[in-house]
C-alpha cells in the first residue's frame, strides 16, 4: 500500500511562489508515475503536471513556464515548484501515484491572494 503525504501549501500573494512537497512511503517509488492535480472551488480536479518514471514531464498548458516538477527517488518525493502564481492558481493540491492503480494524499490547500 503507498502511502501519500502532501506539503508546503499556504497562502501566498500572486506573484509569489511556494514549493509543494509529497513524501512517499510503501511500494518501489521509483516505479511510479508521480502527478500533481489540483481542485479548485466548484470545478473539476485536473492535472497539473506529471513525471513518470523515466524523468519525462508535462505540463497543464495554463502553468507552462511558471510550475516546475521534479523527483527524488532515493528520498521518495516529488516536488512542484509554483513560481509567479496567480489567484486562478487557487487550489487544493492533490500528490497522485499510478502503478496499475492509483493513490492519493490528501491534498494541501493553496491560496492566491491578488
Known amino acids: 500500500q503507498v502511502r501519500l503525504v502532501e506539503s508546503g501549501g499556504g497562502l501566498v500573494q500572486a506573484g509569489g511562489s511556494l514549493r509543494l512537497s509529497c513524501a512517499a512511503s510503501?511500494?518501489?517509488?521509483?516505479?511510479?508515475?508521480m502527478a500533481w492535480y489540483r481542485q479548485a472551488p466548484g470545478k473539476q480536479r485536473e492535472l497539473v503536471a506529471a513525471i513518470r518514471s523515466g524523468g519525462s514531464t508535462n505540463y497543464a498548458d495554463s502553468v507552462k513556464g511558471r510550475f516546475t516538477i521534479s523527483r527524488d527517488n532515493a528520498k521518495k518525493m516529488v516536488f512542484l515548484q509554483m513560481n509567479s502564481l496567480i489567484p486562478e492558481d487557487t487550489a487544493v493540491y492533490y500528490c497522485n501515484g499510478f502503478l496499475r492503480e492509483d493513490y492519493w494524499g490528501k491534498g494541501t490547500l493553496v491560496t492566491v491572494s491578488s
Open positions: 510503501g511500494g518501489i517509488f521509483s516505479s511510479y508515475n
